[in-house]
């Protein structure tokens, strides 16, 4: 059973930094893309970024490109989410999806095997 867990979210006032974890258990996690979505209230859930399976490569969605970095540890099975210079407009339920196969770019557009749960974060002004 594939599962993924994300922690790290909570309140934090604008201009801040948050990182979110997202733990993957059940797949061998060194073999694939790993993605960061989010979905803000009455919004569709949106792409913010993504990584390959080596961590070497990103793609970031234009709001998050640098002010987010995405990195994973494939020793502890783990994608991170460092986010910086928060605005009030990155309030979101944040979500971590593991792609289809190794590279980042299935991500983009959506091609997600499993989601996490996702982490709340709210940015206050």
């Known amino acids: 059973q594939v599962q993924l867990v994300e922690s790290g979210g909570g309140l934090v006032q604008g201009g801040g930094s948050l990182t979110l974890s997202c733990e993957v258990s059940?797949?061998?996690?060194?073999?694939?893309?790993m993605g960061w979505f989010r979905q803000a209230a009455g919004k569709e859930r949106a792409f913010v970024g993504a990584i390959d399976w080596s961590g070497h490569i990103t793609y970031y969605a234009d709001s998050a490109r640098g002010r987010f970095t995405i990195s994973r540890d494939n020793n502890k099975n783990t994608v991170y989410l460092q986010m910086n210079n928060l605005k009030p407009e990155d309030t979101a339920v944040y979500y971590c999806?593991?792609?289809?196969?190794?590279?980042?770019?299935?991500?983009?557009?959506?091609?997600?095997?499993?989601w996490g749960k996702g982490t709340l974060v709210t940015v206050a002004p």
């Open positions: 999806a593991i792609g289809r196969g190794s590279s980042w770019s299935d991500l983009v557009g959506g091609g997600v095997d499993y």
């Open positions: 059940g797949r061998t996690f060194s073999n694939y893309g």
